[in-house]
């Protein structure tokens, strides 16, 4: 799997296998592949019924991966994220009853609707692929990724993330309705008698396993990324801090992820190199959530996607 144009094909294959059960969203699919390659974290922002959790449960069936889905509701604890020990009379000792984010592709449902401390369960888990439980570590499976969704239009009764725990998310995708030919297909394959529950008669089949996304990690270190498009990404985080619209831009940390991000996107293309035109791509998922726009502007319908726009129109493209 060291070959980039390996990894490519493979990319292709899950995302047509992915396809047979997921209409239409195609750039999703594509990030989480990305998350999982990188280490990163994806967090997917629609109304309810745009599939996000099919496209979730659709990767990991087609990688042989676990998974586990977590609803986050207000009465939501974190031992119920990360698991809890309790005493086993049998034994006449106490052992681990590990919770769902022992898994490689954990679905974090409606993610704002928790409080923070809950919220924050998974903050380590995101951070160190560990969680601590009564004092001790236990390693996450590798690899980890989480999957985190929220209702964009939908505000009451939400904790919405604070600023720290949006930037420990690489990539935030914003999943929108299908075009009416996606639509009509998915009527159409309802109509045929699919449920969305049963994967198997989707067509589908896993054709990829974690240690192929394991093998693309060690990959990605022999992707080169020269000086030019090293500048060029710096660029256009500083350029999120100087727009004149933006109250907070994007970080350093910020930059590290779209570096990252790009280099993943590059062997997705099948190539070991980044262009700026890698980086441009991946501007929007990994800048998005980490620019807070200023409130007199926001209400004007100008956000963080329009900001970034203008920095890209901004910023010179290395030759």
Do not use: W
């Amino acid at each position: 799997m060291g070959d980039p144009t390996a990894i490519q094909r493979l990319a292709q294959d899950v995302r047509a296998e992915v396809g047979k059960a997921v209409v239409g969203q195609g750039d999703a699919v594509e990030s989480l592949l990305i998350g999982l390659i990188t280490g990163g974290h994806v967090l997917l922002e629609g109304v309810p019924g745009t599939a996000k959790t099919l496209m979730a449960r659709s990767l990991a069936y087609v990688l042989e991966a676990s998974f586990k889905r977590i609803q986050f509701s207000p009465d939501l604890m974190p031992s119920d994220v990360v698991g809890t020990t309790v005493y086993d009379a049998d034994s006449g000792s106490f052992r681990l009853r590990t919770g769902p984010v022992f898994a490689n592709l954990v679905l974090a449902d409606e993610i704002n609707r928790t409080p923070p401390k809950t919220q924050a369960a998974l903050l380590e888990a995101m951070q160190e692929g560990q969680v601590t439980i009564d004092g001790t570590a236990h390693p996450l499976p590798q690899p980890f990724l989480v999957i985190a969704t929220q209702n964009p239009v939908e505000y009451e009764g939400t904790y919405p993330l604070p600023e720290a725990q949006l930037d420990r998310f690489q990539q935030k995708v914003v999943v929108d309705y299908p075009d009416e030919a996606n639509e009509v297909e998915v009527l159409s394959r309802h109509l045929s008698g699919l449920e969305m529950t049963d994967l198997a008669g989707f067509g589908m089949k896993a054709v990829a396993s974690v240690a192929d996304v394991i093998a693309a990690r060690s990959t990605l270190a022999h992707v080169v990324v020269d000086a030019g498009v090293v500048g060029y990404t710096a660029q256009i985080v500083r350029g999120t801090r100087e727009h004149p619209s933006v109250l907070l831009g994007a970080s350093p940390r910020a930059g590290v992820s779209l570096l990252v991000a790009s280099k993943a996107y590059a062997m997705l293309q099948g190539r070991d190199f980044v262009t700026p035109d890698d980086v441009k791509a991946m501007s929007a998922r990994c800048l998005r959530h980490r620019i807070i726009v200023r409130a007199e502007v926001e209400i004007e319908g100008y956000g963080a996607d329009s900001i970034l726009g203008d920095v890209l129109d901004k910023v010179a493209v290395p030759r």
